[in-house]
T-cell receptor, first 113, second 114 residues
Framework: SQQGEEDPQALSIQEGENATMNCSYK?????LQWYRQNSGRGLVHLIL?????REKHSGRLRVTLDTSKKSSSLLITASRAADTASYFC?????????????FGQGTRLTINP | KAGVTQTPRYLIKTRGQQVTLSCSPI?????VSWYQQTPGQGLQFLFE???????NKGNFPGRFSGRQFSNSRSEMNVSTLELGDSALYLC?????????????FGPGTRLTVL
């Protein structure tokens, strides 16, 4: 099963509203990253938050990390149509003796004008 | 600074054939990782190369292989293609390791196996 799992799987909101996506993971991590993917294209890095950080901001993005609950959230404030995309969290995980980056299944965000 | 480039962008092959995909990382980046993305399995890690050495490998059969050249460009090869290999193949580069730092993704190669 996936190391990271996003919730909800799909989210549809009106332009201008805030969007919150959550990510849960199973094992201890060193860092957690959020990426955005526009339909069928490459991923774009949004934020990296380290395990000793609790919150990080970048423009309209706010990421929180709760290592005790093994969860993270991504908040996009004042959403725009251009924010329509899939959002993935990615965590480092030890798998078969090596540390790898594991992506969740993603949250598909739709911003309605 | 030029971004990560992948060639070809689209590819159609038939079962049993083999395919080679190419990835040119951002100048100065020494780590290149490959991912397979399908609707059913999502984004799955294939392997990571650093300074011409495979550093990590995902849980894929031996039909999937790769290599990295001295200029950090990387190729991925899939032999004896199966229908289930149809996917978007993404490569990503980073300075030292995609596990611990931001990765820059290419636009992907969409492979269709008929």
């Amino acid at each position: 099963s996936q190391q990271g799992e996003e919730d909800p799987q799909a989210l549809s909101i009106q332009e201008g509203e805030n969007a919150t996506m959550n990510c849960s993971y199973k094992t201890s991590i060193n860092n957690l990253q959020w990426y955005r993917q526009n339909s069928g294209r490459g991923l774009v890095h949004l934020i990296l938050i380290r395990s000793n950080e609790r919150e990080k901001h970048s423009g309209r993005l706010r990421v929180t990390l709760d290592t005790s609950k093994k969860s993270s959230s991504l908040l996009i404030t004042a959403s725009r149509a251009a924010d329509t995309a899939s959002y993935f969290c990615a965590t480092d995980a030890w798998i078969q003796g090596a540390q790898k980056l594991v992506f969740g299944q993603g949250t598909r965000l739709t911003i309605n004008p | 600074k030029a971004g990560v480039t992948q060639t070809p962008r689209y590819l159609i092959k038939t079962r049993g054939q083999q395919v080679t995909l190419s990835c040119s990382p951002i100048s100065g980046h020494r780590s290149v990782s490959w991912y397979q993305q399908t609707p059913g399995q999502g984004l799955q890690f294939l392997f990571e190369y650093f300074s011409e050495t495979q550093r990590n490998k995902g849980n894929f059969p031996g039909r999937f292989s790769g290599r990295q050249f001295s200029n950090s460009r990387s190729e991925m090869n899939v032999s004896t293609l199966e229908l289930g290999d149809s996917a978007l193949y993404l490569c990503a580069s980073s300075l030292t390791s995609g596990v611990f730092e931001e990765q820059f993704f290419g636009p992907g190669t969409r492979l269709t196996v008929l």
